[in-house]
T-cell receptor, first 118, second 115 residues
Framework: GAVVSQHPSRVICKSGTSVKIECRSL??????MFWYRQFPKQSLMLMAT?????????EQGVEKDKFLINHASLTLSTLTVTSAHPEDSSFYIC??????????????FGEGSRLTVL | AQSVTQLGSHVSVSEGALVLLRCNYS??????LFWYVQYPNQGLQLLLK??????LVKGINGFEAEFKKSETSFHLTKPSAHMSDAAEYFC?????????????FGTGTQLKVEL
């Protein structure tokens, strides 16, 4: 099946610094990727939709200047948490939409990235 | 607008017993429905999905779910639980535009399997 990889899987940073998380589709091209945030023991909340070659679409209440998303190629989307604060600590998960083949439209999820801001 | 309600944040079953995880949805259009499993500190893996056609959907690892429009339900079942089934399970709904674009997730059900 299609594989989506996130890096890093865990990151610890100091308050005020910026952190970049990568989401790669390893064996397929993804024109659309999604970024989710998951708080402990809670569900996934969609943050934004990342479209290759265009600006991301953010969900209501998500600060676009805080969570910068770049989708520069058909296999890579990045999420940068700028000026991180402890309340940004969370599990961030990306998914990529398969646009070709028998399972067109199906979403494949990365392993997630746990961010801890000290 | 769409929403998903998962009844029971924690379900505990004995190994070999029936697994039943409940999911009810709300959608203004015929929905696409999904069940995902999440193991600790990992992403989500698709168990099964309903888009159109047969209302009883079979997935991986022996799981199946039945779409019941009259009850707005999509409950997940497995005849015999295995220790390896212990995980968090999420029901999700999306509108049938592109098959799985913006997913709305339920709050999840933690399945515990006991000896």
């Amino acid at each position: 099946g299609a594989v989506v990889s996130q890096h890093p899987s865990r990151v610890i940073c100091k308050s005020g610094t910026s952190v970049k998380i990568e989401c790669r589709s390893l064996d397929f091209q993804a024109t659309t990727m999604f970024w989710y945030r998951q708080f402990p023991k809670q569900s996934l909340m969609l943050m934004a939709t990342s479209n290759e070659g265009s600006k991301a679409t953010y969900e209501q209440g998500v600060e676009k200047d805080k969570f910068l998303i770049n989708h520069a190629s058909l296999t890579l989307s990045t999420l940068t948490v700028t000026s991180a604060h402890p309340e940004d600590s969370s599990f961030y998960i990306c998914s990529a939409r398969l646009v070709a083949g028998p399972n067109t439209g199906e979403l494949f999820f990365g392993e997630g990235s746990r961010l801890t801001v000290l | 607008a769409q929403s998903v309600t998962q009844l029971g944040s924690h379900v505990s079953v004995s190994e070999g017993a029936l697994v039943l995880l409940r999911c009810n949805y709300s959608s203004s259009v015929p929905p696409y429905l999904f069940w995902y499993v999440q193991y600790p500190n990992q992403g989500l893996q698709l168990l099964l999905k309903y888009t159109t056609g047969a209302t009883l959907v079979k997935g991986i690892n022996g799981f199946e779910a039945e779409f019941k429009k009259s009850e707005t339900s999509f409950h997940l079942t497995k005849p015999s639980a295995h220790m390896s089934d212990a995980a968090e399970y999420f029901c999700a709904v999306s509108a049938p535009t592109g098959g799985g674009n913006k997913l709305t997730f339920g709050t999840g059900t933690q399945l515990k399997v006991e000896l």
